[in-house]
């Protein structure tokens, strides 16, 4: 059997019917929930004056979510933040009974509402000011809430003492407006942890070079200056530890690299030339350094960074070297004759065991043969005389070194024995031949002492820049 075709028109007709008054429904029901909602309104704010607070003093509870650190700046001692301040309140004027008024909750906008300061601002008085014009939500008892985002800079004390490895406290302190209306208090309908603390951190995003570490609140006061009144404030506190990386890579690494490269001054040979060059390149290096820090860091006295003393402390050195160094060259290329304390100095200080081995090669033989007229003994050499198997009298310390002036014995004597002829029969020979004036004194020259003196340089300038790195560590990182 064959439908006719007035059949498919005829349903056709049904289901737009069927539409239309599921359309109509839908619309009266929107327009129901509007209607009741213009009642409300109309109801509410028939004598409502927003200029008047609900009552006085109004508690006001704050809970401020803590979204994002954009910059903690030491050198400013600043800290740009982003955040959402969340108000909430009681208006009994704004109650209604629901029953009466089927509305759950709706958002009003002449309606009165807290305001609150910023009184740590870097820009004055920053007031917490609804700039993106949001409304705030009533409920039917008359809790209002209103969700205010806010973008600030705040004074923030720093202590840079242990920078990189310095941690900082900043705090947002608020105050509500005016004074003796408002009673700012903490609170939060989230989660009972958050009731008692009034700060939310869930949605933090983090920061690259710092990280929190830890957060709280406080509740203080403080006089207002016209009044008298004691103005009740909220205080949100946020400690940071700083990422050190970046900082440990190029800042300390290099500052303890160079450190040692001071003491390699006394170590390159007179003859080279570059020795001044070299150590003013360091310093020079140094200086850089010692710039670019003092551009991350404040201009204030109170609490000097060790790292920028400790590069202070390195230039300084490396100026000291500087001038000890062109004291040396200078001294290598005198060709008067040397005083006779200098030579006093010399030999007293241990100059076998100071002077290098590139520098010990004229100064035992002149030294001995000048010292055999007077001691009437007898010059022997320590390899030689082991290599042609007689014995000596020697000192350890003086092995392989140069010709001693000692007698000659059947056998190797006790350690004992050749300690108290060392002492009795060699030292006074050193003396003799220092004091005696005469044309076979010892001739020490001046080449001779500037290597004393790059010898004595290395090992103090090395204990100091060792002592001074195991103490910039152990402060900075305690």
Same mark, same amino acid.
């Given at each position: ?15 737009? +019917? ?27 704010? @028939? ?98 809430? +209103? ?6 800079? *705040? ?14 406290? #900043? ?5 509500? $407006? ?31 070079? $710092? ?13 207002? *200056? ?91 050195? #490396? ?11 200078? +001294? ?8 006779? $304390? ?30 055999? !007229? ?13 290599? @042609?198997?007689?014995?000596? @009298? ?26 108290? !002829? ?10 003799? #031949? ?45």
């Amino acid at each position: 059997m064959t439908s006719r075709p007035w059949d498919s028109v005829t349903s056709w007709k049904y289901v737009t +019917l069927v539409l239309l008054i599921l359309m109509s429904k839908l619309s009266f029901g929107l327009n129901a929930t509007y209607i009741e909602e213009q009642k409300l309104w109309s109801f509410l704010l @028939q004598d409502y004056n927003i200029d008047i607070p609900p009552s006085r003093p109004l508690s006001v509870s704050v809970t401020f979510s803590f979204r994002a650190l954009v910059e903690l700046d030491i050198a400013k001692q600043k800290m740009v933040f982003g955040g959402i301040f969340v108000f909430t309140w009681n208006d009994p004027r704004l109650s209604w009974n629901v029953s009466q008024y089927p509305v759950r909750m709706t958002r009003m906008t002449k309606v009165w509402r807290p305001v609150f300061i910023i009184i740590n601002s870097l820009a004055g008085t920053q007031w917490i000011w609804n700039e993106f014009n949001m409304v705030p939500l009533a409920l039917p008892n008359g809790n209002m809430f +209103l969700e205010i985002p806010a973008y600030s800079e *705040c004074k923030c004390d720093v202590n840079p003492s242990l920078f990189p490895f310095d941690e900082q406290i #900043c705090a947002v302190e608020i105050i509500g $407006w005016p004074i003796e209306t408002i009673y700012p208090s903490f609170g939060n309908q989230q989660t009972p942890d958050d009731n008692a603390t009034g700060l939310d951190i869930v949605t933090y995003t983090g920061n690259g070079e $710092w990280k929190l570490i830890d957060y709280g609140t406080r509740n203080t006061s403080i006089e207002y *200056c016209c009044s008298g009144q004691r103005a009740p404030t909220l205080t949100f506190f946020f400690k940071f530890k700083r990422l050190n990386e970046f900082y440990m890579v190029n800042f300390i690494l290099p500052s303890v690299a160079m450190s040692v490269l001071v003491v390699w001054t006394f170590i390159l040979p007179v003859e080279t030339g570059e020795r001044v060059s070299y150590s003013l390149t360091i310093m020079l290096s140094y200086t850089v350094l010692l710039t670019l820090l003092s551009s991350l860091l404040p201009s204030a006295s109170i609490n000097m960074p060790y790292i920028a003393i400790y590069l202070l402390g390195i230039m300084l050195l #490396c100026a000291l070297g500087t001038s000890l160094t062109a004291l040396s060259v200078h +001294l290598y290329h005198r060709r008067d004759p040397v005083p006779i $304390w200098i030579k006093r100095l010399c030999c007293r200080s241990g100059s076998s065991q100071i002077i290098p081995k590139r520098s010990r090669k004229e100064l035992p033989y002149s030294f001995a043969n000048d010292c055999d !007229a007077k001691s009437n003994t007898k010059k022997v050499n320590i390899n030689r005389s082991w290599q @042609q198997g007689r014995s000596v @009298q020697y000192h350890p310390t003086w092995k392989n070194t140069f010709p001693l002036v000692l007698p000659i014995s059947k056998k190797i004597p006790s350690y004992a024995a050749r300690t108290r !002829a060392r002492k009795a029969h060699t030292i006074k020979t050193f003396d003799i #031949c220092i004091d005696d004036d005469s044309d076979n004194h010892a001739k020490i020259s001046w080449s001779e002492v500037s290597v004393n003196l790059d010898f004595v340089c290395f090992w103090v300038f090395l204990v100091i820049v060792v002592c001074s790195n195991i103490v910039l560590f152990v402060l900075i990182t305690r």
